[in-house]
């Protein structure tokens, strides 16, 4: 099938200029909308691609945001000062899309993988009522007691951290070796100069683990619908944290499948006809759950609660405010500077 493809920057509300994206169905209004939250030190243009321009074939808008220092976004390079700004970027990028008038009736489904499955689950956290569902792969959602760093350790670090937080002094294995199994992919991974493959920065690193055990300690609050997949051969994030989201989430809606013999990168990493069969489960879960959604629906499902999130900015709860209605318009109609493309499946 015939897709789309779109770019734009957009402005954050600290004046951060971000990259974002979109593949669309050429030939038809999409039947629902997916919004890309890509892994630590990644983008969505380059490796994103495929399973944008896979779901785009498979009739789904997709739409992606490069976090802020990464891809083609501005900021330090893979520098993460606060989670919650992080979050808040994808939060108000998505959101705005789909308060956009030809999408308002769509299903809206968060797709994160690696630490873009803690983006997720924060984003649904953040307005547990906005969410029809998400698809998490290979998610970061619960730091493995193997690799848990010693709380001594933790607390060091975090003394120095407001010191030197950009220093690239945290160790680390290879994690494009060990997170992509097939060894031509992963040199095209290697050369992609968007991807950084630079040690983490101290304040980077505590973020992700303040984050993943934020995460472990909420995982009984997911309610959302979510079909989450992991390969059980996965050294970079470990299968039993899927597990764990599996067992203790709320959701009445819940799948899980794990991978025999499949790495990390099960989308971009593995053997064609592995990614073929990841995305054919991908795609038929999202057909069964898409749907056409009346104001009515949607005012039903709203709860007023807003959700809350800790971070070191601000290390009491942080309240959530919703984005006015309204306030940004334009992606993917007619905004000038933007670019695009045909692709073909």
Same mark, same amino acid.
């Given at each position: 099938?015939?897709?789309?493809?779109?770019?734009?920057?957009?402005?954050?509300?600290?004046?951060?200029?971000? +990259?974002?994206?979109?593949?669309?169905?050429?030939?038809?209004?999409?039947?629902?909308?997916?919004?890309?939250?890509?892994?630590?030190?990644?983008?969505?243009?380059?490796?994103?691609?495929?399973?944008?321009?896979?779901?785009?074939?498979?009739?789904?808008?997709?739409?992606?945001?490069?976090?802020?220092?990464?891809?083609?976004?501005?900021?330090?390079?893979?520098?993460?000062?606060?989670?919650?700004?992080?979050?808040?970027?994808?939060?108000?990028?998505?959101?705005?899309?789909?308060?956009?008038?030809?999408?308002?009736?769509?299903?809206?489904?968060?797709?994160?993988?690696?630490?873009?499955?803690?983006?997720?689950?924060?984003?649904?956290?953040?307005?547990? /009522? +906005?969410?029809?569902?998400?698809?998490?792969?290979?998610?970061?959602?619960?730091?493995?007691?193997?690799?848990?760093?010693?709380?001594?350790?933790?607390?060091?670090?975090?003394?120095?951290?407001?010191?030197?937080?950009?220093?690239?002094?945290?160790?680390?294995?290879?994690?494009?070796?060990?997170?992509?199994?097939?060894?031509?992919?992963?040199?095209?991974?290697?050369?992609?100069?968007?991807?950084?493959?630079?040690?983490?920065?101290?304040?980077?690193?505590?973020?992700?683990?303040?984050?993943?055990?934020?995460?472990?300690?909420?995982?009984?609050?997911?309610?959302?619908?979510?079909?989450?997949?992991?390969?059980?051969?996965?050294?970079?994030?470990?299968?039993?944290?899927?597990?764990?989201?599996?067992?203790?989430? !709320?959701?009445?809606?819940?799948?899980?499948?794990?991978?025999?013999?499949?790495?990390?990168?099960?989308?971009?990493?593995?053997?064609?006809?592995?990614?073929? /069969?990841?995305?054919?489960?991908?795609?038929?879960?999202?057909?069964?759950?898409?749907?056409?959604?009346?104001?009515?629906?949607?005012?039903?499902?709203?709860?007023? !609660?807003?959700?809350?999130?800790?971070?070191?900015?601000?290390?009491?709860?942080?309240?959530?405010?919703?984005?006015?209605?309204?306030?940004?318009?334009?992606?993917?109609?007619?905004?000038?500077?933007?670019?695009?493309?045909?692709?073909?499946?």
């Amino acid at each position: 099938m015939e897709v789309e493809y779109h770019e734009e920057y957009v402005r954050s509300s600290r004046g951060v200029q971000l +990259f974002t994206c979109g593949w669309l169905p050429a030939a038809a209004a999409p039947k629902a909308l997916v919004f890309l939250c890509h892994g630590y030190g990644m983008e969505c243009s380059g490796f994103m691609r495929e399973c944008g321009v896979r779901l785009a074939a498979a009739g789904y808008g997709v739409f992606g945001i490069d976090y802020e220092g990464h891809g083609k976004s501005m900021g330090a390079r893979c520098y993460i000062r606060s989670f919650r700004r992080l979050v808040d970027d994808c939060h108000n990028f998505f959101k705005s899309i789909c308060e956009l008038e030809e999408y308002r009736s769509k299903s809206r489904f968060l797709y994160g993988e690696s630490m873009g499955g803690a983006v997720a689950l924060l984003l649904h956290m953040k307005d547990p /009522a +906005f969410w029809d569902g998400a698809v998490l792969v290979a998610p970061m959602c619960k730091i493995s007691e193997k690799v848990k760093p010693h709380p001594l350790v933790i607390t060091l670090l975090t003394q120095v951290e407001d010191v030197i937080p950009k220093w690239k002094i945290v160790p680390t294995k290879d994690v494009i070796d060990a997170a992509f199994k097939d060894p031509v992919k992963r040199e095209k991974i290697r050369k992609n100069k968007l991807i950084y493959q630079d040690k983490p920065r101290l304040k980077t690193a505590l973020e992700m683990l303040r984050t993943s055990m934020h995460i472990e300690d909420s995982l009984s609050q997911v309610k959302l619908p979510f079909f989450v997949l992991h390969g059980e051969a996965d050294t970079v994030t470990d299968p039993e944290i899927s597990r764990a989201l599996y067992e203790r989430a !709320a959701s009445a809606d819940k799948t899980i499948k794990l991978y025999p013999e499949m790495w990390h990168g099960l989308t971009a990493g593995e053997p064609d006809e592995n990614v073929e /069969a990841i995305f054919s489960d991908i795609v038929a879960w999202l057909n069964e759950r898409s749907r056409s959604w009346t104001m009515e629906d949607r005012l039903t499902k709203m709860t007023p !609660a807003p959700g809350k999130f800790v971070d070191s900015e601000n290390r009491g709860e942080a309240p959530v405010r919703a984005r006015p209605q309204g306030q940004r318009r334009g992606f993917l109609c007619g905004l000038a500077g933007r670019t695009h493309h045909h692709a073909e499946m």
